[in-house]
Each structure stands twice: as structure tokens, then as C-alpha cells.
């Protein structure tokens, strides 16, 4: 009985709690005015199982790049739209509710960077199982520098059916977009790539100077 | 040079997208001029305007894929140039907006109409260099290059309410110069 | 600042039509739209059209990477190149992710879900280049990039965990610039683009 008074206190504690460290993280940082819509909105998404914390870094951001508190919840509003956009994206690629947040912010993305929707769900369709990060920003790259959409697509998921690891895929856009520089038209660099696969160039790799200096990020320090 | 026999912007990015990089000649003799103007006005100096517009369109180039609604490449293009505006504004204050040149040497063969027009026109760019540049840039986006409040909107990513805010304000700054000067 | 009647207002938006304009304000209305004619013009200057220019730079093959350091080393604007290496079109994406060394190499001890990001940016006037984004909840002064042979280059490296981010760089405290180098580029929602870097995890 105790256990189950517990978890039942510590539900009714977790949605407050979890608002808290919400406000708690856009107190400061963005016109107070804007601070109850925002986290209105971003309740929302709670509610709907959408992804918050692309909603909370909108937020910042605004609040970052004084923005005014009207121009903060327009943008927190067309994120959720995005996210809720994406999710329909994958449901209909025939992912199974409930759809994984990391997905959906991938989606999210994807879709920013200009991929039309259908190309992303079939994307979706042919990669069944999640992460798909890598092969949607193989795809926006390639579509960044004025490929055809279904073309980039298409060579992305013949990589990944001839065995390509999904943490590489990024190395063939890479690669198309060398033999672009290199001079081949769009459709030879495509064909190239093709023929090469699962091959591929070596990835870069740093310097040792450049390694040698790296950092974490300071802590942020309290306001 | 007359652009209007071309496609239609929608079918001109669909060229260039696939691959046909001339056609991309059409977007800019189609749309320099008024890029242009919007950009000197908003700079003060036609040469800086010159640059921020020639940046913008490389820009809107190796960018392309990025426009969603090809139909209004219009409404994209300013806001690429507006950015580029911003930019430069940022790197120095308001105050150093320079006005081209020194006011041209009269010419015997100006009409008086032609002299008071100049000195008009003067007028009309001190107090529209005095403007802070949100203001500016409504000011000119609205009655200088005539888009509506909506696709000064998506020009700006600001919402209607303030875009009219600031063009409102703009007008009395300017109405006020004219006024006093008149 | 003066406020004026209203229906001016109205009317130069279109939303009176210039027939209910009352007579004492016709004046005021006619002044502005003179005003705004007169700015429609464009102002003298070169008449030669930005095409040739424009498609010169599009037409234009990547320079050599010795052409590169001449024009990086000579070009007054404190904005950033791209630097993109003959051989590897794609190093310049991958400039701001990179997979990581071997063990035994020198360095900082990386967990499996960590990875580096590189940023570099050519401000030749700066004072400080911070990257902000959503690697630092968008805080400015985490993540500071020094010109340690005052080249007016700017890097960082930087351990990330592995993911994507989007960021920008913010010089001397007040100016936020996209990242160039980055390539990806989105919207930001607030009338900019932020650049997107993708962090691989280390490989061991």
C-alpha cells in the first residue's frame, strides 16, 4: 500500500516538478510576459507526446537573440507545428504510435532543410528502424546543393541496403559532393558513388594539434 | 533586359534545380532593380547596395533547394536581401549610413522643377537615414518596392501588427521633416 | 513624434479609399505618396546590371587551396570563406564534425556517445567569437573561439556529445553570424539562419 501511495505522490509531484524545471530554465532568459504561453505550448507537447525540449532550446534561442515575447511564442508555435508535422510524417511512412521523440526532431529537421515530405517518408519506409538522422541529413545535403530530391534519396537507401553503417552515410553524400567539386555533372557524381558502393573514402579524421586542444563547453554560470 | 516572354519563377527555379544554371540569368534581370533600390535606400549608398545585393543573389543560388514555395521567389529574395541589409547595418551605426556622394553640381540645363525635385528627394533620404533601420526597412518595403503587409511578413518574420506599427511611425518622422523643412 | 490623423494612415494602406478621404487631410496624403514616388526612383549610379557579376561568381570552379590562402589572406571582410581543399569538397561539412582518432593518440579521454566539433570563422576585426547554439542552451561565453596568431582566425574544438545542433556565432558580444563553413543552413524563425553541425560519436 505504501509503495503504491508513493508512486501515486510522486506522480502528482512529477508534472508540477517537470513545469518547474521548465519555467525554471526560461526564467532569465526570456521576457517574463512570454514565459506562461511558452510553457503552455510546451505543456502541449507534453500532452501529445511530442518532443519538448526542441520547444525549450526555441525558446532560448529567442530569448538569446532579444527577440520580443510575441516573436518567442510565434516561434515556439510554428516548432510545435513542425513537430507535430514530422510525427504525422512518420506515422504515415508507417511508423507505430507512439512515435520516438528522437525521430521526430529528426523528421523536424529533415523537413526544415527543404526535403519535401514524401521524399522524407520514403526515407522513413525504406530505413524501418530508427536512428535515421544520418540518412536524412545525407539526403538535405545533397539536396542543399541543388540535387534532385528522389535522387538523393535513392542513393542513400541503396547505401543502406548494401550494408553502408548508418554513421557513415554522411561520408557518401560527402563523397558525391567531391566528385561534383571535381567537376562531374550532378548525375555522374551519383553514379560514381553507386558503382563504389558499400565503398567509400576513409572519413577525415582531425589533426593531432586540433585533437589536442579540444574542450568541453565552460558550465554555464549561475545568473 | 525584358524578362517578361520568360517562365514563370516557379518554372525558372525548377530549370536551375535541375541543373540549368543560366536560367538563373532570368531571377536576376528579373528582380535587380528592385533588390537594388530597396538596398540603396536601406544602406544610403548605391555601391554598398550594389554588393549586398550581388552577395544576396549568389546566396539565393547556392540556396535554391531551400526556397518551398518557388511561386513566391519574390517574397524570398527580399528576405535574403534584407538580411544581407541587416548585416552590414549591424557593422556600423545608423548614424554613419552615408548619403552617396555630395548632392550633384547643379547643371544649367536643370529646370527649376528638376532643382526643387532634388532637393526633395534630399530631404526624403536624411529623414529616411535618420529612421532606425526596422523602421527603414518597413518604410521602403511598403511604399518603395509595394509589397502587402503580408508578404512584408514573410519577408521579415515579423508579425502585421508591427510591420503597420513602424510604417506608421516612419510616415510621421517623415512627415515631420517635410513639414518643418517646408 | 508626431501622430497623425488615422485615416491617413487608412488611406496609404489601402484600407480608405481616396474618395472618403476628407479634404483637409488630401494635403498630408499626397505629401507621403510624393515622398514615396520620389524614392522609387532608382538613385544614379552604375548602370552595368549585377548579372555578369552574379553569374561570374556562380560559374566561378572552387580556387586552388594556394589561390585560397592568397584570397583568405588579402580580402578585407570581416565575414567567413568557405575553404574548401581541391581534394575534399566534403572536408568542409566535415570541418564541424569529425570522427575521432584512435586510442593512444593525445587528447581528452572522449566517452563512446562523445565526438569533436570544429569551429572556425574569419573575423579579421573581432575582439571575441563565441559559438552559441543549442550544444549551450544558447549561452553565449561557453564555448569561446580564440585567433591565438591574430590571423584573424578564429577556431575552437570542442567536445560535444554525438548529435545535431544548430548554433551560430556570436562576434564581439553583439553580432550574430551564421556559420558559413557549416554549409547546412536552416531558419531560425527570428529572421536569421542558424548552421547546423552534425557530432559523430568517437570511433575506438
Not at chain 1, 526515407?123 to 541543388?146: E, F, K, N, S, T
Not at chain 3, 538613385?43 to 572552387?62: D, F, K, N, T, Y
Not at chain 3, 580556387?63 to 569538397?89: G, Q
Request: proline letters at 8%; hydrophobic letters at 45%; charged letters at 25%.
Amino acid at each position: 500500500m505504501t509503495r503504491w501511495v508513493v508512486l501515486a505522490w510522486a506522480a502528482f509531484l512529477a508534472v508540477p516538478l517537470a513545469a518547474q524545471s521548465v519555467r525554471g530554465r526560461l526564467e532569465g532568459r526570456i521576457p517574463s510576459a512570454a514565459i506562461p504561453a511558452v510553457d503552455s505550448l510546451i505543456q502541449f507537447a507534453s500532452q501529445e507526446g511530442l518532443p519538448t525540449e526542441p520547444l525549450i532550446q526555441k525558446a532560448l534561442e529567442g530569448g538569446a537573440k532579444h527577440a520580443t515575447g510575441p516573436r518567442i511564442v510565434a516561434a515556439v508555435q510554428v516548432s510545435l507545428g513542425q513537430l507535430r508535422d514530422a510525427r504525422d510524417v512518420l506515422v504515415r511512412a508507417g511508423d507505430q504510435p507512439p512515435v520516438l521523440p528522437a525521430e521526430m526532431t529528426t523528421v523536424a529537421w529533415a523537413l526544415r532543410r527543404g526535403l519535401p515530405a514524401p521524399v522524407v517518408e520514403r526515407v522513413v519506409a525504406a530505413l524501418a528502424r530508427p536512428p535515421r538522422a544520418a540518412a536524412m541529413h545525407a539526403v538535405a545535403d545533397l539536396v542543399a546543393h541543388r540535387f534532385d530530391p528522389d535522387s538523393a534519396a535513392g542513393l542513400i537507401i541503396e547505401a543502406v541496403r548494401d550494408g553502408v553503417p548508418r554513421e557513415r552515410l554522411l561520408d557518401v553524400s560527402a563523397a558525391v559532393l567531391q566528385q561534383v567539386q571535381r567537376g562531374h555533372t550532378r548525375a555522374e557524381a551519383l553514379a560514381s558513388v553507386r558503382r563504389e558502393l558499400p565503398n567509400l573514402p576513409a572519413p577525415s579524421k582531425p589533426t593531432r594539434g586540433n585533437v589536442a586542444g579540444a574542450r568541453r563547453p565552460a558550465p554555464p554560470t549561475p545568473p | 533586359m525584358d524578362v517578361r516572354g520568360a517562365p514563370p519563377d516557379a518554372e525558372v527555379v525548377a530549370l536551375v534545380l535541375g541543373g540549368d544554371t543560366e536560367a538563373f540569368g532570368i531571377v536576376i534581370r528579373r528582380y535587380e532593380a528592385g533588390l537594388l533600390r530597396f538596398a540603396t535606400r536601406m544602406l544610403g549608398s548605391r555601391d554598398a547596395a550594389a554588393d549586398a545585393v550581388a552577395e544576396s543573389f549568389v546566396r539565393a543560388y547556392r540556396h535554391l533547394a531551400s526556397c518551398r514555395e518557388p511561386a513566391r521567389l519574390r517574397t524570398w529574395l527580399y528576405r535574403i536581401v534584407t538580411n544581407r541589409c541587416k548585416s552590414h547595418l549591424v557593422r556600423r551605426s545608423v548614424a554613419d549610413v552615408p548619403l552617396d556622394d555630395a548632392p550633384p553640381v547643379a547643371d544649367p540645363a536643370d529646370t527649376e522643377a528638376d532643382l526643387e525635385r532634388a532637393d526633395q528627394l534630399l530631404l526624403v533620404e536624411r529623414a529616411l537615414a535618420d529612421l532606425s533601420p526596422d523602421k527603414r526597412e518597413a518604410f521602403v518595403l511598403k511604399h518603395v518596392e509595394g509589397l502587402s503587409y503580408e508578404e512584408m511578413a514573410a519577408v521579415t518574420g515579423e508579425r502585421i501588427p508591427t510591420l503597420k506599427m513602424r510604417v506608421h511611425r516612419a510616415r510621421e518622422a517623415l512627415l515631420k521633416v517635410l513639414e518643418d523643412h517646408a | 513624434m508626431n501622430t497623425i490623423d488615422p485615416r491617413i494612415h487608412q488611406a496609404l494602406d489601402g484600407e480608405l479609399a481616396s474618395q472618403a478621404v476628407p479634404a483637409e487631410l488630401r494635403r498630408t496624403v499626397a505629401q507621403l505618396a510624393a515622398a514615396a514616388d520620389l524614392l522609387a526612383a532608382l538613385p544614379p549610379g552604375p548602370a552595368a546590371s549585377l548579372e555578369s557579376r552574379v553569374m561570374a561568381a556562380i560559374r566561378r570552379p572552387a580556387p586552388s587551396p594556394a589561390r585560397r590562402v592568397i584570397r583568405w589572406l588579402v580580402t578585407p571582410r570581416a565575414i567567413v570563406l568557405r575553404v574548401r581543399p581541391a581534394w575534399s569538397v566534403a572536408f568542409a561539412a566535415a570541418v564541424a564534425a569529425l570522427t575521432l582518432f584512435t586510442a593512444g593518440d593525445e587528447g581528452p579521454e572522449l566517452a563512446e556517445h562523445e565526438g569533436i566539433a570544429q569551429f572556425v570563422g574569419r573575423f579579421p576585426e573581432a575582439q571575441s567569437v563565441h559559438a552559441v547554439g543549442t550544444f549551450n542552451d544558447w549561452r553565449p561565453g561557453s564555448i569561446a573561439l580564440k585567433d591565438q596568431d591574430h590571423d584573424g582566425v578564429w577556431r575552437a574544438t570542442v567536445v560535444l556529445p554525438a548529435g545535431t545542433y544548430e548554433y551560430m556565432f556570436v562576434v564581439d558580444g553583439e553580432r550574430w553570424v551564421p556559420d558559413h563553413l557549416a554549409e547546412r543552413l536552416v531558419a531560425d524563425d527570428f529572421g536569421r539562419e542558424n548552421s547546423i553541425v552534425i557530432v559523430r560519436p568517437a570511433r575506438r
